[in-house]
C-alpha cells in the first residue's frame, strides 16, 4: 500500500541540530579570549551561518507550510501563535547580529557577555518554537498536507545553503542525531550525495567542527549507508 501521508521525521532531526547548535554558542562566545579577534571572527561566523540557516527554514515554513495549514485546519489558533513565535525569534536574531558585528570588531569580554545573553534568550524562546512546531504542528502537516507539498517545505530551505556548505551542514546535522536517526536522514539523500558524504563529507564536518569549537566532534558521525 503507497502511504500518501508525508514523514515529517527529517524535520525533527533538523530541529535537534538547531537546539543543539544554538545552545551551544553562549558558551562558544564566553570561551573566546579578551581581544581575540581572530577567534571572536570565527566563532560569529558559525553565529551568522546558523541564524542564517533557521531565518530560512522559517522563510520554508512562513511560504509553504503555515498557509496551507491555516486553510485547512479548524482551529487555527496553535498556528497563528506559532507565527508569532518566528516574529520573535527574528527580532532575536536580528538583535544578536547586530551585538556580534560590535563583538567581531572588538572582541571584548563585556560586548561578548551582552551577546550571549541575548543568545540564551534565543535558544529558549527557539526551544518553546521547536516544541510546539514538533507537539502540533509536525502532526498538522502529516494529516493535512501531501507528500509534494511537504517536499516543497524542505526543498526551500535546502536551496539557502551555499553548495560547498551544504556536506559540512550535513554533518552538523547527523552530528547531533541518534544513529537510527542517521541511517533515517542519509537514506532520503540521492546516492551521490551519500557517496560525496563519504567520500568527502565526513572529513570536511570534522574539520570545520574542529575549528569552530577548538577540539575534536566527541560524537563521532559514521560514514552511514550509501547503497540503493
Not at 135 to 145: D, G, K, N
Not at 185 to 204: E, V
Request: aromatic fraction near 6%.
Amino acid at each position: 500500500m503507497t502511504n500518501t501521508q508525508p514523514d515529517t521525521n527529517n524535520m525533527v532531526i533538523i530541529h535537534q541540530c538547531f537546539r543543539d547548535q544554538f545552545a551551544a554558542l553562549p558558551t562558544l562566545i564566553h570561551s573566546i579570549p579578551d581581544g581575540d579577534a581572530t577567534r571572536a571572527g570565527v566563532v560569529v561566523d558559525f553565529l551568522t551561518e546558523l541564524t542564517t540557516a533557521l531565518h530560512y527554514h522559517h522563510v520554508a515554513e512562513d511560504e509553504a507550510l503555515w498557509p496551507v495549514l491555516l486553510g485547512r485546519v479548524k482551529d487555527t489558533s496553535a498556528i497563528l501563535s506559532m507565527e508569532e513565535q518566528h516574529e520573535r525569534i527574528g527580532e532575536l536574531i536580528d538583535l544578536a547580529l547586530g551585538q556580534a558585528s560590535a563583538f567581531r570588531t572588538s572582541a571584548r569580554s563585556r560586548r561578548g557577555d551582552a551577546l550571549a545573553d541575548t543568545l540564551t534568550s534565543l535558544s529558549t524562546a527557539l526551544n518553546e518554537h521547536l516544541d510546539d512546531e514538533e507537539a502540533i504542528a509536525l502532526p498538522l502537516a502529516e494529516r493535512h498536507l501531501t507528500i509534494e507539498e511537504w517536499a516543497l517545505v524542505g526543498e526551500i530551505g535546502h536551496a539557502s545553503i551555499p553548495k560547498n556548505r551544504m556536506l559540512v551542514i550535513l554533518g552538523y546535522i547527523l552530528h547531533s542525531a541518534t544513529p537510527d536517526q542517521r541511517t533515517f536522514f542519509l537514506a532520503q539523500n540521492p546516492l551521490a550525495a551519500r557517496l560525496a558524504w563519504k567520500l568527502l563529507g565526513k572529513r570536511k564536518f570534522e574539520a570545520d567542527y574542529r575549528r569552530v569549537y577548538g577540539h575534536p566532534s566527541k560524537n563521532a558521525v559514521s560514514a552511514g549507508p550509501t547503497s540503493r
